[in-house]
């Protein structure tokens, strides 16, 4: 079955370490999308990569990092910079050409601090 | 001013209500008007889409976009149960940097 996969789906961390957050897809899809969502602030944009090897900063991308270093994976990487880590991270990915009108998204990374 | 903005919630109505869902936003270059709905601990999903002004039915939701007024509305009729769920506008234009960009979100729960 095509779709996109995070893992973990629970994640716990201690202050002070970066933890990574697993996205992959087999839609074969160029772009692919991480999005924070907080209680009532919806999704709000971190990173986004159109293609291999290339990604921007969305909104919020402080405290964030990304790689793109194969079409199918987009790891997050959430550093002790990050002051408020605690929320529920969702991948997505869109097919070619424009305009991105469906997103598909994983199941989603609940971070926890402890 | 933010780019958009959604109702505030949540909205609890009961079974066979007719709900109605809005959204504003200020870019004028967004072309393409979606709806993703989401249940609890799940990733969204694409409810509809369209991308002129006027109205676009599927079953029980219509979807109603006003570029002039820069207004957007889900409607659903006849509600359900099975409907409860966060609601998420999103937006998006065919220029440079394209990427979607959602409202915050309401909240919907049907009573039976």
């Known amino acids: 079955d095509g779709g996109i996969t995070q893992s973990p789906k629970y994640l716990f961390r201690k202050e002070g370490q970066n933890v990574t957050l697993s996205c992959e897809q087999n839609?074969?899809?160029?772009?692919m999308y991480w999005y924070r969502q907080d209680p009532g602030q919806g999704l709000r944009l971190i990173y986004y990569?159109?293609?291999?090897?290339?990604?921007q900063k969305g909104d919020i991308a402080e405290g964030y990092s990304v790689s793109r270093e194969k079409k199918e994976s987009f790891p997050l990487t959430v550093t002790s910079a990050q002051k408020n880590p605690t929320a529920f991270y969702l991948c997505?990915?869109?097919?070619?050409?424009?305009?991105?009108?469906?997103?598909?998204f994983g199941q989603g990374t609940r971070l926890t601090v402890v | 001013q933010k780019e958009v903005e959604q109702d505030p919630g949540p909205l609890s109505v009961p079974e066979g209500a007719i709900v109605s869902l809005n959204c504003t936003y200020s870019?004028?270059?967004?072309?393409?008007f979606m709806w993703y709905r989401q249940y609890s601990r799940k990733g969204p999903e694409l409810l509809m889409y369209t991308y002129s002004s006027g109205n676009k039915e599927d079953g029980r939701f219509t979807a109603q976009v006003d570029k002039s007024s820069k207004y957007i509305s889900l409607f659903i009729r006849d509600s359900q149960p099975s409907d409860s769920a966060t609601y998420l506008c999103a937006w998006d234009h065919t220029g440079a940097n394209s990427k979607l960009t959602f409202g915050k979100g309401i909240t919907l729960s049907v009573r039976p």
């Open positions: 990569s159109q293609i291999v090897n290339d990604f």
């Open positions: 839609l074969n899809h160029d772009a």
């Open positions: 870019n004028s270059a967004f072309q393409y």
């Open positions: 997505a990915s869109t097919a070619p050409g424009l305009p991105n009108t469906e997103a598909f």
